[in-house]
């Protein structure tokens, strides 16, 4: 498998103290890969690592192929980065800076003119291209930086809390770019605290906690299915929920959330999958959702990796 983020061994100590520890990151071509762990846990520590903006103690980083920092600039050119804290020069209007940015990785100015008219649209500042930058909400700076990633279209993204500034409708969106950019068979690797955003939007993760990575791979591997157990929703769940009760089959049942959890004994599953359907046909109820529980990532994070509770 061919990846465009490989490290060996990656490991950073400031002074005595060790941040990141022996980390081997693999990123497929083509995924949207989750960096997810608690604040602290030294992701963007890596994330500078990766952009050559902080030097390893000691390892290995391949992009593309190609060392870092060693090939930085041949590496950078298809490399869009968006830090943790937005930086831009604070003087500089909108559509000026990005015309900046455009020339800086290489655009001629037309070209440069043309991509920052398009992405000041596309993250949604057109009305502010005249604005200082000093003169923005933090969430509108955060807007800005991201459109200063994908200027050159490049191949990878590396992102750092991206939507650190949003308000809520502006993760959303932020949320659905991501998986369309995707879709055009970008390599993104965004780095986050938030459980929900990650399972949302990546379909890869390495989870890390006290600079070292727990584990990765594809999420829908990670995440367990748990046997014999499924989530169950009606148009009445109080119908339902009492049918099971009384079923000796049943191991245990309880609602959350206006879901149905059901723990069914493996050796009787097929009278809980005839019955059930026909109880519910009888009362006039509709199924609205019947499927084996997944553990969400978070728990996983919590009892499988012992990495205590993430947090928004």
Same mark, same amino acid.
């Given at each position: &498998?061919?990846?465009?983020?490989?490290?060996?061994?990656?490991? *950073?100590?400031?002074?005595?103290? %060790?941040?990141i520890?022996?980390? %081997? !990151? *693999?990123?497929?071509?083509?995924?949207?890969?989750?960096f997810?762990?608690?604040?602290?846990?030294?992701?963007?520590t890596t994330? *500078?690592?990766?952009?050559?903006?902080?030097?390893?103690?000691?390892?290995?980083?391949r992009?593309?192929?190609?060392? &870092?920092? @060693?090939?930085?600039?041949e590496? #950078? *050119?298809?490399?869009?980065? #968006?830090?943790?804290?937005?930086?831009?020069?604070?003087?500089?209007?909108i559509? =000026?800076?990005?015309?900046? &940015?455009? /020339?800086?990785?290489? !655009?001629?100015?037309?070209?440069?003119?043309? @991509?920052?008219?398009?992405?000041?649209?596309?993250?949604?500042v057109?009305?502010?291209?005249?604005?200082k930058?000093?003169?923005?909400?933090?969430?509108?700076?955060? /807007?800005?930086?991201?459109?200063?990633?994908?200027?050159?279209?490049p191949?990878?993204?590396?992102?750092?809390?991206?939507?650190? %500034?949003?308000?809520?409708?502006?993760?959303?969106?932020?949320?659905?770019?991501?998986?369309?950019?995707?879709?055009?068979?970008?390599t993104?690797?965004?780095?986050?605290?938030?459980?929900?955003?990650?399972?949302? &939007?990546?379909?890869?993760?390495?989870?890390?906690?006290?600079?070292r990575?727990?584990?990765?791979?594809?999420?829908?591997?990670? $995440?367990?299915?748990?046997?014999?157990?499924?989530?169950?929703?009606?148009?009445?769940n109080?119908?339902?929920?009492?049918?099971?009760?009384?079923?000796?089959?049943? /191991?245990?049942?309880?609602?959350?959330?206006?879901?149905?959890?059901?723990?069914? =004994?493996?050796?009787? !599953?097929?009278?809980?999958?005839?019955?059930?359907?026909?109880?519910?046909?009888? @009362?006039?109820?509709?199924?609205?959702?019947?499927?084996?529980? $997944?553990?969400?990532?978070? /728990?996983?994070?919590?009892?499988?990796?012992?990495?205590?509770?993430?947090?928004?």
């Amino acid at each position: &498998m061919a990846y465009v983020i490989e490290t060996k061994d990656l490991t *950073k100590f400031f002074g005595k103290r %060790n941040i990141i520890y022996h980390l %081997n !990151l *693999k990123v497929p071509r083509g995924v949207v890969y989750g960096f997810l762990g608690p604040n602290g846990a030294g992701k963007t520590t890596t994330i *500078k690592m990766l952009t050559a903006s902080l030097r390893p103690t000691y390892g290995e980083i391949r992009i593309f192929g190609l060392e &870092m920092p @060693q090939k930085r600039v041949e590496i #950078m *050119k298809s490399v869009g980065y #968006m830090p943790e804290v937005p930086i831009a020069y604070e003087d500089m209007t909108i559509f =000026d800076f990005l015309i900046y &940015m455009g /020339r800086l990785s290489g !655009l001629k100015k037309e070209k440069a003119t043309e @991509q920052a008219k398009d992405l000041m649209n596309y993250v949604g500042v057109g009305k502010l291209a005249l604005n200082k930058i000093k003169e923005l909400s933090s969430g509108q700076k955060q /807007r800005v930086t991201f459109a200063s990633a994908l200027i050159g279209n490049p191949e990878l993204l590396i992102l750092d809390e991206p939507t650190a %500034n949003l308000d809520p409708l502006g993760r959303i969106e932020f949320i659905g770019k991501i998986i369309s950019l995707a879709k055009e068979g970008k390599t993104i690797f965004v780095s986050s605290h938030i459980v929900s955003e990650v399972e949302k &939007m990546c379909n890869y993760v390495g989870l890390i906690n006290q600079g070292r990575l727990i584990a990765q791979g594809r999420i829908r591997d990670l $995440t367990q299915i748990e046997e014999n157990d499924y989530d169950v929703a009606t148009s009445n769940n109080a119908l339902a929920l009492n049918f099971l009760k009384e079923k000796p089959y049943v /191991r245990e049942v309880w609602e959350e959330e206006g879901i149905i959890r059901v723990q069914v =004994d493996p050796r009787f !599953l097929d009278e809980l999958f005839l019955q059930f359907p026909k109880y519910l046909a009888s @009362q006039g109820i509709r199924l609205k959702l019947f499927r084996p529980h $997944t553990s969400p990532l978070e /728990r996983i994070l919590m009892e499988k990796f012992g990495i205590g509770e993430v947090g928004d």
